[in-house]
């Protein structure tokens, strides 16, 4: 934050810098104030008012029903991104480790092969891997998704630990390694203490893409083992009956709560983590 | 004694030290060889097969990419993708450096404002999808609130208009993504040494023209990149399609990604889907490779 101290005196300019400013706010704040508002309207409320129109009454029958449709699958998804998340966190930390400080002949060009995967169109590889998850026996579980998302998060994963790992002075693991430190008492008690912030980065950029991952979870899951983004589609797009608008929203917000609080509470590091994973990958 | 008691341990201890490295990384190197580039191959030979619902391998040649060229469907998906692209990216560039550049002149409660403009990039383009098409809902949405506000006669109804639905769209991903541009230039902005600023003032360039001709310029790099990940967004456009207009109406406002898992996944056309996944492939890689290849010789030159 930038002190009061220094701040030049309103003028014109400054006026109009702080209006526009001000008014990007409202604009991106309003698909959320509407998607609140409409998440506590009665379908009634909704028809007879518009979209900034203050409800009549609150109601939470909205956010009761939308519960009732896409819960299970809020749990399906809990189930498969924490799983994810942890494993493709580890195996990003151990290969950063291996990659920055036990070099090898063609441990960078495999660095080199993993970064293609932070551009993959995942399109390239979703008919290969279905099959594969097929002989698994993997297919529509909640475990295969986990498996993919491990498999197709781990560029971004090692990417982010190498970065970090890089910058560690080689002289450190060296003397650890004369003192007779071995490969993962190095690991585990000189550098992963010191990767807290890059393991935060690390865990909000996984949880971030995988909760709301949809081409995934509609390719790979069905029916009971969907994931929440895959269930807030097919209620939106499903044209039988009445559109309740409200279910709609209050679905919607279910959705995309989780992300929301995790980037209120830790925005510093999702922030960091977007733009490390732009500028360097 | 001892001694030799340690040197007996200490060599096979050696030996296992100098594999355990290659050991650890050995999973992943199977998962990207298998996973990223085996599986690239194998979605090649199957663009050369006439694969439907199930994989074949009855070679047909370059057949599914002849059908390609002649699909009206893709030919729609591709230029839905050009102008999609272009104007979200066009759009979030200009958007991103005005907000980060008004940010940067010693805004009071900057913090708070840069949260908000970030927000949506937080929120999955299933939910962005989701909102806007109720906000751009033609009846109920936008088009109802500023007639009731007092503006009688005003229509939008994008969305159901083949013609324009791709520009809802645009509204959409731009409201997800400029605020990551905002940000990425905000970084870049605090990286200017400030004393070039006050230089050029002491000549006396107005602020406009110094961020114009002295500033901007400086940051190519962030431009750089920001064109990367907003073009690489662009080009694997799925979810916001499926949630928005789920390529409608019709199939006005199809993207490669939505043609893809179409003819795959539902249509049983796997030998087509496959040769437009790969075309989807070369247009990431006609992006990324000179963008890789110039990171790689500046930092060999560091």
Not at chain 1, 206 to 221: K, R, S
């Amino acid at each position: 934050m930038t002190s009061v101290v220094g701040h030049k005196p309103f003028s014109p300019s400054r006026l109009a810098i702080h209006a526009t400013l001000l008014l990007a706010c409202a604009v991106y704040l309003v698909p959320l104030v509407v998607m609140l508002l409409t998440s506590f309207k009665t379908p009634d409320d909704i028809r007879g008012g518009n979209l900034l129109s203050w409800p009549d009454v609150f109601t939470v029958i909205g956010w009761a029903k939308a519960w009732d449709s896409v819960g299970g699958f809020f749990w399906n998804s809990v189930k498969i991104t924490v799983p994810a998340v942890v494993i493709s966190t580890l195996l990003g930390a151990l290969n950063g480790y291996v990659l920055s400080m036990w070099r090898f002949r063609g441990s960078q060009l495999f660095f080199g092969l993993l970064l293609f995967g932070c551009f993959l169109p995942f399109q390239v590889i979703l008919l290969p891997a279905s099959f594969t998850l097929g002989k698994l026996g993997l297919a529509n579980t909640t475990t295969g998704l986990v498996l993919v998302h491990v498999v197709y998060g781990l560029a971004f994963t090692t990417l982010f630990f190498r970065n970090f790992y890089v910058s560690i002075p080689d002289a450190l693991v060296r003397a650890a390694r004369l003192d007779g430190a071995g490969f993962f008492t190095i690991f585990g008690r000189i550098l992963l203490p010191m990767s807290v912030p890059t393991i935060m980065v690390c865990l909000i950029w996984q949880f971030t893409q995988i909760w709301n991952d949809f081409l995934f979870g509609v390719v790979f899951a069905s029916g009971d083992s969907q994931p929440i983004t895959v269930a807030l589609n097919n209620l939106v797009n499903t044209s039988t009956g009445a559109k309740e608008y409200n279910v709609d929203m209050a679905a919607a917000m279910i959705a995309g709560l989780p992300t929301l609080v995790v980037y209120v509470l830790a925005g510093k590091y999702f922030l960091r983590g977007l733009t490390a994973g732009a500028v360097k990958g | 004694m001892s001694s030799t008691a340690v040197f007996a341990k200490a060599s096979p201890l050696d030996a296992l030290q100098n594999w355990l490295p290659k050991l650890v990384l050995a999973p992943s190197m199977l998962i990207v060889l298998v996973g990223f580039y085996g599986y690239i191959f194998w979605t090649f030979l199957l663009s050369f097969t006439n694969s439907r619902f199930m994989p074949s391998y009855k070679w047909v040649g370059f057949q599914q990419y002849l059908r390609l060229w002649d699909n009206d469907r893709w030919w729609v998906a591709s230029k839905n993708l050009l102008v999609f692209g272009g104007l979200f990216i066009a759009i979030s560039l200009v958007i991103g450096v005005v907000l980060a550049v008004l940010l940067d002149q010693r805004i009071r409660r900057e913090g708070f404002i840069r949260t908000v403009y970030l927000y949506p990039m937080a929120l999955s383009m299933i939910v962005t999808g989701t909102a806007w098409k109720w906000l751009l809902n033609p009846g109920l949405g936008l088009d109802k609130l500023l007639r009731d506000w007092g503006w009688d006669g005003f229509r939008f109804d994008w969305l159901v208009d083949p013609d324009r639905v791709v520009y809802c769209l645009v509204i959409a991903a731009v409201w997800q993504s400029s605020g990551f541009v905002m940000a990425l230039f905000l970084a870049g902005l605090r990286g200017v040494d400030p004393s070039i600023i006050r230089a050029a003032q002491v000549d006396g360039a107005s602020l406009p023209s110094i961020y114009l001709r002295i500033v901007l310029p400086s940051l190519r790099p962030v431009f750089f990149s920001a064109l990367m990940i907003l073009a690489h967004i662009a080009i694997k456009s799925f979810d916001l399609v499926a949630a928005m207009t789920a390529g409608g109406p019709g199939y006005a406002s199809d993207l490669p990604a939505m043609f893809m898992y179409a003819h795959t996944f539902t249509r049983g056309q796997m030998g087509l889907g496959a040769a437009s996944a790969m075309l989807m492939l070369g247009a990431v890689l006609a992006i990324i490779v000179p963008y890789l290849y110039s990171e790689l010789r500046n930092k060999r030159h560091d």
